[in-house]
């Protein structure tokens, strides 16, 4: 049977759980043609059915990247999209698959940066984490801390405090100060004093560590 058919929409669902119920159904049984019907119907007539699969690709790339490393210049494609659900969806699949396809990813980098200036702030968490993950590559790593700063910098208040989180565990001894002084630069902005402590929480960490 199609996997289509277990589709949320095609159930008349509203809700997630049938499209993670197949991405788990699909990881498991390493379905490399279910995963290659999904990639089909990303271009489907029914906007329903591509949010829907591209849901299901990378909740199976969270499973098993390997199953849907193949398709990155796919993903990377959707970055351009006019669905905005296929847009940060992709970067969503992108990210699950930085360890298999890593000079790809790199290589894509302007492509990934581009997207992030014109998609929405759920794009730019999954371009940020794709970063973070370049920044643990030695080859890649000093680039790629560059481009992820760049990125910190000008990010919503809102999404600020959750990237320096995220970042902090890639900071290095050589590149801790460009890093901190980011930080200390936007904490004004932060009128929320929540968000601001956990930015600062950041900074005493990373203080602490020498």
């Given at each position: 049977?199609?996997?289509?058919?277990?589709?949320?929409?095609?159930?008349?669902?509203?809700?997630?759980?049938p499209?993670?119920?197949?991405?788990?159904?699909?990881?498991?049984?390493?379905?490399?043609?279910?995963?290659?019907?999904?990639?089909?119907?990303?271009?489907?007539?029914?906007?329903?059915?591509?949010?829907?699969?591209?849901?299901?690709?990378?909740?199976?790339?969270?499973?098993?990247?390997?199953?849907?490393?193949?398709?990155?210049?796919?993903?990377?494609?959707?970055l351009?999209?006019?669905?905005?659900?296929?847009?940060?969806?992709?970067?969503?699949?992108?990210?699950?698959?930085?360890?298999?396809?890593?000079?790809?990813?790199?290589?894509?980098?302007?492509?990934?940066?581009?997207?992030?200036?014109?998609?929405?702030?759920?794009?730019?968490?999954?371009?940020?984490?794709?970063?973070?993950?370049?920044?643990?590559?030695?080859?890649y790593?000093?680039?790629?801390?560059?481009?992820?700063?760049?990125?910190?910098?000008?990010?919503?208040?809102?999404?600020?405090?959750?990237?320096?989180?995220?970042?902090?565990?890639?900071?290095?001894?050589?590149?801790?100060?460009?890093?901190?002084?980011?930080?200390?630069?936007?904490?004004?902005?932060?009128?929320?004093?929540?968000?601001?402590?956990?930015?600062?929480?950041?900074?005493?960490?990373?203080?602490?560590?020498?």
């Amino acid at each position: 049977m199609s996997v289509i058919h277990e589709l949320a929409s095609s159930l008349n669902r509203r809700d997630e759980v049938p499209n993670q119920e197949l991405a788990a159904k699909i990881a498991s049984s390493k379905d490399m043609q279910g995963v290659k019907e999904l990639i089909e119907n990303l271009q489907s007539n029914s906007k329903d059915i591509q949010n829907d699969c591209i849901k299901v690709l990378y909740e199976i790339g969270a499973l098993d990247p390997t199953l849907i490393a193949a398709y990155a210049q796919t993903f990377l494609d959707l970055l351009k999209h006019k669905n905005n659900r296929l847009q940060w969806g992709g970067m969503a699949a992108l990210d699950n698959i930085v360890s298999e396809k890593p000079d790809f990813m790199y290589e894509s980098v302007p492509s990934i940066l581009d997207a992030v200036s014109r998609g929405s702030v759920i794009t730019m968490d999954g371009a940020v984490n794709i970063f973070i993950k370049l920044c643990g590559i030695a080859k890649y790593a000093d680039h790629a801390f560059d481009v992820l700063l760049e990125v910190i910098r000008k990010a919503p208040v809102n999404q600020f405090p959750m990237y320096a989180e995220r970042a902090m565990p890639i900071v290095t001894p050589p590149n801790k100060t460009r890093f901190v002084t980011i930080l200390s630069s936007r904490l004004q902005e932060i009128e929320k004093e929540s968000k601001r402590k956990r930015v600062e929480k950041v900074m005493q960490k990373l203080a602490k560590a020498g």
